[in-house]
């Protein structure tokens, strides 16, 4: 079997956000070192679960080219990822570290890396489309984890659904007729552990229930 194609990603150069763009061009001429473009996704095109993050942090995602690599954020997460077989290898903060995803995906609603990392609700929208393609490649997947209210949102107005019929909330699992199941969490940036909004156990909890979905589904 020929490995799933992987869906359109945001050109280098994309000019589709103003806003962002003019944002990226500061960036390289700051660090032109860093990757300072729209972030691919990272994981199988035909994964069973897709991560659905907010945007690329400024230092993190924004600086070495892979989703939340770089950050607390993704210490969090790839450490999570690698306990639930989700992962598999060594993560060490840089997109060469050997780290691999198994059966899972992750990308984010916003490509591009926003001032103060809040992107405008017309940047959310603009970007949708590349959301829409990950969700639709590969056969799709089966669930969706989204982290935070942002991706919550996007996710579903991208699958065609009002917000109100199905609303954020940690831990939530919605199901919606013909697309996958779709799972909430907080997102796991430093903010909300350091707050106690997010501790580990309750993020654990969320990926081991998407585990078990996975498992009898």
Same mark, same amino acid.
């Given at each position: 079997?020929?490995?799933?194609?992987?869906?359109?990603?945001?050109?280098?150069?994309?000019?589709?956000?103003?806003?962002?763009?003019?944002?990226?061009?500061?960036?390289?001429?700051?660090?032109?070192?860093?990757?300072?473009?729209?972030?691919?996704?990272?994981?199988?095109?035909?994964?069973?679960?897709?991560? %659905?993050?907010?945007?690329?942090?400024?230092?993190?995602?924004?600086?070495?080219?892979?989703?939340?690599?770089?950050?607390?954020?993704?210490?969090?997460?790839?450490?999570?990822?690698?306990?639930?077989?989700?992962?598999?290898?060594?993560?060490?903060?840089?997109?060469?570290?050997?780290?691999?995803?198994?059966?899972?995906?992750?990308?984010?609603? %916003?490509?591009? %890396?926003?001032?103060?990392?809040?992107?405008?609700?017309?940047?959310?929208?603009?970007?949708?489309?590349?959301?829409?393609?990950?969700?639709?490649?590969?056969?799709?997947?089966?669930?969706?984890?989204?982290?935070?209210?942002?991706?919550?949102?996007?996710?579903?107005?991208?699958?065609?659904?009002?917000?109100?019929?199905?609303?954020?909330?940690?831990?939530?699992?919605?199901?919606?007729?013909?697309?996958?199941?779709?799972?909430?969490?907080?997102?796991?940036?430093?903010?909300?552990?350091?707050?106690?909004?997010?501790?580990?156990?309750?993020?654990?909890? %969320?990926?081991?229930?998407?585990?078990?979905?996975?498992?009898?589904?």
């Amino acid at each position: 079997m020929s490995p799933a194609t992987p869906p359109p990603q945001p050109a280098q150069n994309c000019p589709l956000c103003p806003r962002l763009a003019e944002f990226r061009v500061g960036n390289r001429q700051g660090h032109p070192d860093w990757f300072n473009g729209p972030v691919p996704s990272f994981g199988p095109p035909d994964a069973s679960l897709l991560i %659905v993050g907010l945007a690329p942090g400024l230092k993190g995602a924004n600086r070495t080219g892979r989703p939340f690599t770089g950050d607390f954020a993704g210490d969090l997460l790839y450490r999570t990822l690698i306990e639930f077989g989700f992962a598999g290898g060594h993560y060490g903060q840089r997109p060469d570290d050997g780290l691999t995803l198994n059966g899972c995906r992750i990308t984010n609603a %916003v490509r591009c %890396v926003p001032p103060a990392n809040k992107p405008t609700p017309a940047e959310i929208k603009t970007c949708r489309p590349f959301l829409a393609g990950e969700i639709g490649s590969g056969g799709g997947p089966r669930a969706i984890l989204a982290l935070g209210r942002i991706a919550h949102d996007s996710t579903v107005a991208t699958l065609g659904q009002r917000l109100s019929a199905f609303k954020f909330g940690h831990g939530a699992r919605h199901e919606i007729a013909g697309a996958p199941t779709l799972f909430d969490s907080y997102h796991c940036s430093r903010y909300n552990t350091q707050t106690g909004v997010l501790t580990e156990d309750m993020f654990r909890q %969320v990926i081991g229930q998407i585990r078990d979905f996975l498992a009898a589904n």
